[in-house]
DNA sequence: TATGGAACCGTAAACGTTTAAGTGAATAGG
DNA sequence: CCTATTCACTTAAACGTTTACGGTTCCATA
């Protein structure tokens, strides 16, 4: 690997003065500087980020953290839509991204500030975690700046996908429709969820709306098997449900297999509503009807402001920005009145 | 940030003694081991990773080359699979992964080969990106350890999805199921979509079955409008299809939205065949006819040999592996006898 | 003729490690 | 008692950068 020494003998002149060229300092002569730099491109320099952190103390590496456990990953349509943007938005700013890995079995395993503090990342992302972890606070809570993906503490700018109005409009919606007789199987606890579940009750109360506790249950997310196994529950009760609430897409698809096995029919026989709004659902019919989370913008703005806290750290502001998105009107609620 | 220069200091030995403490050198005494532990622990150490590389030469960090075009990136789930199982089995080893910046357009921007210099990445996986890409063959004729899914280089160990057998497997299956006219829409020009094509019009040729020229479409991967213009021309032929190929899943949705919206049923007027095998298929109705890849399998086996590779150089052999896969038998294939 | 100041380049220290080589003391062997 | 060996630790160089500070040279100005 050639170096600033390369070149400097080359050249014939001092290191300084190689990388004051290559960095295009103003105490450099003109015709030196095209000299140095025809050599460097000649020689095929490449600077070594290594050296340059630790004089700089940047290393211009993100760190990612993110749960990847049985049902999530990158896998994870959410998750990957995010991560695809703020990828795309802090590569314009020069800057890379590196995982923090997750593997919590591994004994003598380094927690997840020692890793970013190993690699010296200038800021992290923390996204589909279990937020109440004591590393994922640790982290949190270190002078590393942080951009956290749908959880607020306070302490950390957050960029938060829509579950309140979300909820909200798809209530709405849903009582629009006629249905009173309303279902819904949760995510387990998270602060997610519990927006959700609480916006979710609170609109039901505004209709005047009452539920039996039977009406509400929990599965995990992405779990196509357990909301199977709820949505068979819900339909052997006397009272039937009208409509079933899913907490994502993916466990909608293993609720409808349910519904099918028993000989029902989406939407004549019962609805059924998703959240997230994966790309795939758009493609398949009957489409369903459920809210689109606006991944690009999460990742874009999740991207700006971390950006912005490690550049300008005293002219940024930690704050908590809402994301809209958006509800789609597929073919899987039916109109009762 | 504490060095080893305050650990030093604070237990009154060199630096080189509290580094060969915490490497467990054999040349250290026991308890001034154990004291020199201690205060590492106590004072919150945590080794410099530039530091440590500019020695050693080795980063645990290995580069990740893949494409994000409109169609693909992070939410393709063929590649956030192989990823995902990549990412697991090299975090055993030790290694981060970095990716490797695609954006093309940003003007002085670093090549692919000089990003991964400049990083110092131990090794390079590429996959799902554009073979022929003058930069690409830069990175992989160069002196870096790299690993390639679905595409051979002579010089670089491959990792490769059975196309060969698993289109196949598809063709028997299809024309055992009494299948003569059949379509393909093949994605757009590359290695995967040469060896699949090939092996489709060679097993055809086997089963002794001649199709028109008009049965033969080019999409590219993932685009369901695509997927969905090229089925309308082939329902509007004069002797239509009974089966029509697609290059994947994604695709194969926006045919049937199709064949819908032409007022046809899948299976009974027109049998459809996928190919990957997406997660989210296995639980939407019907379920795809469909050749599933051992993504799983890809990702691991990838990054063990490129471990192998950069671990023991001298020992380790560069090969071609394929991994089969597995045909997902569904309810998108009508048999015709 | 001094003087001041650009303009241009070099010196050297520093970042945090690793490691070959060296030092000194204690121990063992004869 | 002398020498060789082992043990435990230190010295110092090196990895590839950046940057504060100095040092020349040269020219314009007083």
Redesign the interface.
Known sequence: ?VSLKDIASKCGVSIATVSKALNDHSDIGAETKVRIRNAAKEMGY??????K??KTNR?H?IGVLFM?DANS???H?FF??V??SF??EV??EGY????I?N?RS?PGR?SYL?HA????FDGVIIANVHFDDPEVVELVKSNIPVVTIDHIYNETTTILSDNVSGMSDLVDFVVAAGHRKIAYIHGVESSTTNLRLVTFNRKLEEHGIEIPEEYIKESPYRD?HGAYEKTLELLKLRTRPTCIFYPDD?AT??G??AI?ERGLKVPDDISVVGFDG???AR???PRLTTYRQNTDELGTLAAKNLVDLIERPKTTLVQQIVVKGKLLEGDTLKKLN
Chains 1, 2 share one sequence.
């Open positions: 690997m490449v600077p070594n980020a290594a050296a952190s630790m290393t590496n990847d990953g990158l896998t349509d990957a839509g991560l695809e990828k795309k590569e314009k890379d991204i590196t995982f890995s593997d591994r380094a020692e503090r190993y690699r010296r196509t993916y698809y293993g409808m297999r099918a994966i790309k795939v493609h398949i019919r």
